[in-house]
């Protein structure tokens, strides 16, 4: 997977439009799950894979190889993101930000009230917690994305399972909104 | 069996990245030699599987309604339109050729000629103007 991604940055860099599109197709819908789940709206986090993949078509040259191709394009992800973050008000859990938006079908709260409890963590823990859980990263991995030393992901990674575990355990979050950690 | 043994705190370092199937042979024996002697670093581990387990079904459950639930014209997933229409302009893409001559060919009664149009999709010619 990562020498057809390579492949395709190789013809991105070159102008490759339709390289750009693969590269889209293959990428999107996990950069869009990384962003909502960060965000909580689906509006900001279709913005952010589409800023991403700009990015990616203006420094694939940037690329270097160093990694594999998904630890650099989720580096730059997690950096729009956090754009996007400072550029807003305080986010709020996603389920409440669909449903001020119309949106139907979500899901049905959990009893534990998850998103509220993730929410409560800081955002380098929940950063962690995606991209160790659901996106299956090593620790190498996620401090190339996180730019930190891999002792300090440990670090983040210890403290953010026990609050996450805690806070659930309670059935968190049903007040307040302060982050803790 | 004891509640807790010595060198916990280490072993629980890398417990997410042996649940994410990451962390490296030596340590996955390191922490299972660990977890059978240590009731405390199976709990952990059983409760961390969880807790992973439930981030991906969560996630899973907004990304889904996300795509599912959108208001009617929302204007969310924009996809590659939306991206190629940020993009500075360039030559046309042979995909986007294609999508342009599919309804022509089959207004002209050619229908046998989108295939010839996939396949040219599928292996464009260096440049245009080379196709037969």
């Known amino acids: 997977m990562d020498s057809e991604d390579r492949s395709l940055l190789d013809r991105i860099a070159g102008g490759g439009r339709e390289a750009l599109r693969r590269f889209y197709e293959r990428h999107a819908p996990g950069l869009f799950?990384?962003?909502?789940?960060?965000?909580?709206?689906?509006?900001g986090a279709e913005d952010v894979?589409?800023?991403?993949?700009?990015?990616?078509?203006?420094?694939?040259?940037?690329?270097?190889?160093?990694?594999?191709?998904?630890?650099?394009?989720?580096?730059?992800?997690?950096?729009?993101?956090?754009?996007?973050?400072?550029?807003?008000?305080?986010?709020t859990a996603p389920e409440s930000r669909m449903a001020e938006a119309g949106?139907?079908?979500?899901?049905?709260?959990?009893?534990m009230d998850f998103w509220t409890a993730f929410r409560a963590l800081k955002e380098d823990h929940q950063e962690g917690f995606l991209l160790a859980f659901h996106y299956g990263f090593s620790?190498?991995?996620?401090?190339?994305?996180?730019?930190?030393?891999?002792?300090?992901?440990?670090?983040?990674m210890y403290?953010?399972?026990?609050?996450?575990?805690e806070l659930l355990d309670k059935g968190c979050g049903q007040g307040g909104r302060g982050r803790v950690g | 069996m004891g509640e807790r043994v010595d060198g916990c705190a280490e072993i629980l370092g890398f417990l997410p990245?042996?649940?994410?199937?990451?962390?490296?042979?030596?340590?996955?024996?390191?922490?299972?030699?660990?977890?059978?002697?240590?009731?405390?670093?199976?709990?952990e581990l059983a409760a961390?599987?969880?807790?992973?387990?439930?981030?991906?079904?969560?996630?899973?459950?907004?990304?889904?309604?996300?795509?599912?639930?959108?208001?009617a014209g929302a204007g969310v997933r924009p996809g590659w339109?939306?991206?190629?229409?940020?993009?500075?302009?360039?030559?046309?893409?042979?995909?986007?050729?294609?999508?342009?001559?599919?309804?022509?060919?089959?207004?002209?009664?050619?229908?046998?000629?989108?295939?010839d149009l996939l396949r040219l999709a599928m292996d464009p010619p260096t440049t245009l103007g080379s196709a037969s």
């Not at chain 1, 040259?61 to 305080?90: M, P, Q, Y």
């Not at chain 1, 949106?103 to 009893?111: G, K, L, V």
């Not at chain 2, 969880?50 to 959108?70: D, F, I, K, P």
Request: charged share 20%.
């Open chain 1, 33 to 43: 799950r990384f962003a909502l789940a960060r965000l909580g709206d689906p509006y």
């Open chain 1, 49 to 91: 894979v589409q800023e991403t993949m700009l990015a990616v078509w203006q420094g694939a040259r940037s690329f270097k190889g160093a990694s594999r191709v998904t630890t650099w394009l989720f580096g730059i992800c997690r950096n729009k993101v956090g754009d996007h973050l400072r550029g807003r008000e305080t986010p």
């Open chain 1, 103 to 111: 949106w139907q079908n979500r899901p049905e709260p959990a009893p």
């Open chain 1, 139 to 156: 620790r190498e991995e996620m401090a190339a994305i996180l730019g930190v030393p891999v002792g300090t992901v440990k670090s983040r």
């Open chain 1, 159 to 165: 403290h953010a399972r026990r609050l996450l575990r």
């Open chain 2, 17 to 43: 990245w042996v649940v994410n199937r990451t962390a490296t042979a030596a340590e996955i024996l390191i922490f299972y030699g660990h977890a059978a002697a240590c009731t405390a670093c199976r709990r």
């Open chain 2, 48 to 71: 961390t599987l969880a807790m992973a387990q439930r981030l991906r079904t969560e996630v899973g459950a907004l990304a889904a309604a996300a795509m599912a639930g959108a208001p």
């Open chain 2, 81 to 115: 339109t939306g991206l190629a229409r940020r993009l500075p302009p360039g030559e046309l893409l042979p995909s986007d050729i294609v999508r342009r001559l599919v309804p022509w060919c089959e207004a002209a009664g050619l229908p046998e000629r989108i295939g």
